[in-house]
């Protein structure tokens, strides 16, 4: 029995439907289905125009997704790769930046729960939070903070 071809609208919107997509990242995953007839770039500029495809709506899902466990500075470099516009990127610093030093300290405590004991283990856990892309005072922040644990509380 022969395979039901999927028409390449039916796939961007089933790949939409699933999750936000950046309109390089859906271009990627329709060009390998594309055919010489199909028209990639004139979709895209289809579904943004119905709204099926938002850059706001993608750049807001992304940090929704990744802001409880990266950094800002992570949380940027993915939205540049997705090659949104810089105002776009803009508008979305203005929301993380007051809350990166929260989200440093409650990354931490999940992951160590026990305040550090000696130089190496706070060097350990400071890299932890800078492989994530937090900004250092946000770290300084995150490893002063009082943990579940302490009788200082």
Known sequence: ?????????ARALRYLSM??????????????YAEETD??????????????????RFSESLVNRRQARF???RIFAELQ????DKEQIDNVKL????SE??????????KYPA??????????????????GFSGKSIQFAIRASRQGDESE
């Open 39 to 56: 028209d990639v770039m004139a979709l895209l500029n289809a579904l943004e125009i119905s709204n099926f495809l938002s850059a706001e």
């Open 1 to 9: 029995m022969a395979k039901l071809q999927i028409s390449l609208k």
């Open 95 to 98: 929301s993380l930046i007051e």
């Open 115 to 132: 305040k550090p004991l000696d130089h190496q283990e706070r060097a350990k856990q400071m890299n932890f939070l800078l492989q994530r």
């Open 71 to 73: 950094g800002n500075q």
């Open 81 to 84: 790769s997705h090659s949104l």
């Open 101 to 110: 030093a929260v989200r440093a300290k409650d990354v931490l405590h999940r």
């Open 19 to 32: 999750r936000e997509h950046s309109r390089n990242e859906l271009a990627r995953k329709l060009g390998r």
